[in-house]
Nanobody
Framework: QVQLVESGGGLVQAGGSLRLSCAASGRTFSSYAMDWFRQAPGKEREFVAAISWSGGNTYYADSVKGRFTISRDNAKNTVYLQMNSLKREDTAVYYC??????????WGQGTQVTVSS
């Protein structure tokens, strides 16, 4: 069993930065690939970034490539999403998820990011 808790969201001006954290409980965290998703009001949840269990491989949605960086610290059971050059269209609830072999096994409760102009 893995529980995920996101933090670090808030209100920021366009062009600013935020770092989201996703803290995991459970001894199996390091065996999971981890993903970040987001969902804006009235829109479907969309993929943002992913990182392999070792941290050696990362993937990004085209909309955030070059601005966001995903990383993890398995010793701290935490995955991060560094968000720079934020845009209004980045406004959403951000979720982290632990990805198993066939599906996302665990989800956090989400953290709100609001980017103002």
């Amino acid at each position: 069993q893995v529980q995920l808790v996101e933090s670090g969201g808030g209100l920021v001006q366009a062009g600013g930065s935020l770092r989201l954290s996703c803290a995991a409980s459970g001894r199996t965290f390091s065996s999971y690939a981890m993903d970040w998703f987001r969902q804006a009001p009235g829109k479907e949840r969309e993929f943002v970034a992913a990182i392999s269990w070792s941290g050696g491989n990362t993937y990004y949605a085209d909309s955030v490539k070059g601005r966001f960086t995903i990383s993890r610290d398995n010793a701290k059971n935490t995955v991060y999403l560094q968000m720079n050059s934020l845009k209004r269209e980045d406004t959403a609830v951000y979720y982290c998820a632990a990805r198993g072999a066939e599906a996302w096994d665990y989800w956090g409760q989400g953290t709100q990011v609001t980017v103002s102009s």
